[in-house]
């Protein structure tokens, strides 16, 4: 998969997480913000990446802002702001 | 007996917070909208969301449903290929005017079936009639795939079309709702109600849930988990109407090891269609 332009998917609701996904020339980096991150950053972190990995994905900078969501959800998320972004969309 | 369907509950599939735990209001059904709840910029992320969400949550045996955009929209194909892959439960069409509706979805479903090595025949389907030309169509429409199992009534777009608004009383609808439910029952297949949207309404609720089951349909399609409760309580057999089956079914056992050819109870006989409709209630009052 090749991303193409910054994309983002997701909202600041309960129970949701905001994935903002811009491709740069550096290496991978992700950022997370999360009432929970003591507890559950590792695990979100090891999440995002591996759905990142499968996709071939080595140089982006991703960004999340997490509402509590469950792994269902910032699986779709990140699956989402990755299909937005390689088809040349919401360039928000 | 056949898969309760009382209720189908709505669930907009662009909202984690609701998809997630919907199951604990125990539903017969769960339906994941892709279509009127999920506005054109969300469509995408309502799908990889609803996807991810057959796949990863345990809805504890609830039945699940999607209803998908229709393939006339740039949306439906996409919908299709993401929810055969999930695969729920059943895939619910929107606004079927024809068999040919029915017939065309079901020949991507098979391709795709193909392609992702699903056992064929297992991704099951459902329509909505929303039309005069779906309601006059409703026969051919129920008959149209073996992969059917039960046809729906969409009452807003219905009447509409018809040039009216619903009422309380929904005599507009009466049509509509005994035409689809005598081509649910001659195809075999599940009959099932319009929404009522007005959640605060309750006793309004209560009384189309009456009515609806009165002339025969299998269940409603419903936007809030408070309605529920009331369905499911209409649905259930009075403990009178539980009573009189029992002694329907002990005046046929007795009948038949007396070997007496004509049953009667009461001073009334007892034939073929009355058995059944004890045997469906000793049924529905064992599951409630």
Not at chain 2, 223 to 238: D, K, L, S
Request: proline content about 3%; some cysteine; hydrophobic content about 40%.
């Amino acid at each position: 998969m090749k991303l193409l332009n910054r994309a983002i998917s997701g909202t600041m609701e309960s129970s949701d997480i905001m994935v903002e996904i811009i491709p740069w020339d550096k290496d991978l980096e992700i950022n997370l913000k999360s009432d929970v991150k003591e507890q559950f950053g590792k695990k979100i972190i090891a999440l995002v990446k591996k759905i990142i990995d499968e996709n071939g994905i080595e140089k982006a900078c991703i960004n999340l802002n997490d509402k509590g969501a469950l792994d269902f959800v910032i699986k779709a998320r990140v699956k989402t702001a990755l299909y937005r972004s390689s088809k040349g969309g919401s360039d928000e | 007996m056949s898969k309760l369907r009382r209720t189908m509950l709505y669930v907009p599939g662009s909202k984690p917070s609701m998809i997630k735990d919907i199951y604990i209001y125990k539903p017969d059904s769960i339906m994941f909208d892709l279509e009127d709840s999920v506005s054109l910029k969300e469509k995408d992320s309502a799908r990889f969301l609803v996807s991810e969400a057959l796949q990863n949550v345990d809805y504890r045996g609830i039945e699940t449903v999607v209803r998908i955009n229709g393939l006339d929209t740039e949306f439906g194909q996409e919908d299709l290929k993401m929810m055969v892959k999930a695969q729920p439960n059943v895939i619910r069409l929107p606004k079927t005017e024809t068999a040919e509706d029915v017939e065309e979805v079901e020949r991507i479903i098979v391709e795709l079936e193909e392609e992702y090595g699903i056992e064929k025949g297992k991704t099951k389907m459902m329509a909505a009639i929303e039309s005069a030309t779906g309601v006059m169509n409703a026969m051919s429409i129920a008959k149209s795939s073996n992969r059917l199992i039960g046809i729906a009534i969409g009452a807003e777009d219905y009447v509409t079309n018809i040039k009216t608004k619903r009422t309380p009383e929904g005599t507009e609808l009466l049509f509509a709702r005994c035409q689809l439910l005598n081509a649910a029952r001659s195809a075999g297949i599940a009959a099932l109600d319009t929404v009522y949207s007005d959640v605060e309404n309750m006793e309004g609720f209560r009384k189309e849930v009456e009515h609806i089951k009165s002339l025969g349909f299998d269940g409603k399609s419903i936007i809030n988990p408070r309605q529920i409760e009331i369905v499911h309580e209409v649905f259930t057999p009075t403990v009178e109407e539980y009573e009189d089956a029992l002694q329907v079914l002990d005046a046929i056992k007795r009948a038949e090891e007396s070997g007496s050819g004509v049953i009667s109870l009461n001073g009334k006989m007892i034939d073929k269609p009355i058995v059944e409709r004890a045997r469906r209630v000793i049924e529905l009052s064992k599951i409630n």
